[in-house]
């Protein structure tokens, strides 16, 4: 199942409104894709409204406004490399503020503060209930499904700083989207990266040092994870520029494509 949060264009009586709903159709058929809006939140059972659209008449909007979002660094050994760090012992985690996320189509505003901001493709997990100390046999229950996620590095302030709060925290830095799949197999998935269309990064979630369910192990041990919290879980090689006017699209098979432009922060 694809759950979408979305906004109603001008135009139709519900213009402006913000819900979930779920996605049906064939991505590769977009102008018959249908999204039927949903009471509440995603968490429990589906409560349709009744209410449906074409999806070309609504906006995707990030799919979850996270309490935190926990990402992973150097969880693929090819990109470790070639930024010259070692694979860390144990997973390397940081976090990422809820005021980074944005949606589809939403612009990444380029900081002021850097000249070097990468794009990172990788595979996004969602929780879907209130866990602390999940044993590994267990996490697939604490999972509520999978995005594309984006995250949007100043390499240049991430290497002076020493810390990633400002290189990997500021606004925009956190697309996510464009929605959320709830029936998928994390194990071995290809993620790829393209930059005005051509291909920068192409690597398989197989690659991954450490799994989804190790993370959220991992992660879990310290701190109470909440529904809609989003694990990003690293990155393959490739990763590289971006410029004010470029546009950058993450793809996960299975998932979809998560596309946004690159301005100038106004």
Known sequence: MRIARFSVREGSPAAGSV???VVEGEVSEPDSMVVHALAGHPFGPPQPTG???RL??????????PNKIVAVGRNYAAHAAELGNEVPAVPLTFFKPSTA?????ESIAYPPFSSDVQHEAELAVVIGRMCREVPLERVPEVIFGYTCANDVT??????REGQWARAKGFDTSCPLGPWIETDLDPADLAVTCTVNGELRQAGRTSQMIRSVAELIVHISEAM?????DVVLTGTPAGVGPLNVGDEVAVSIEGIGTLANKVIKRG
Request: aromatic fraction near 6%; proline fraction near 9%.
């Open 19 to 21: 819900s979930f709903g």
């Open 51 to 53: 209410e449906s659209y």
């Open 56 to 65: 070309q008449d609504v906006r995707l909007l990030a799919p979850m406004l």
């Open 101 to 105: 996320v944005i949606g589809p189509s």
């Open 154 to 159: 100043a390499r240049d302030v991430q290497q």
């Open 224 to 228: 109470t994870l909440l529904p809609g």
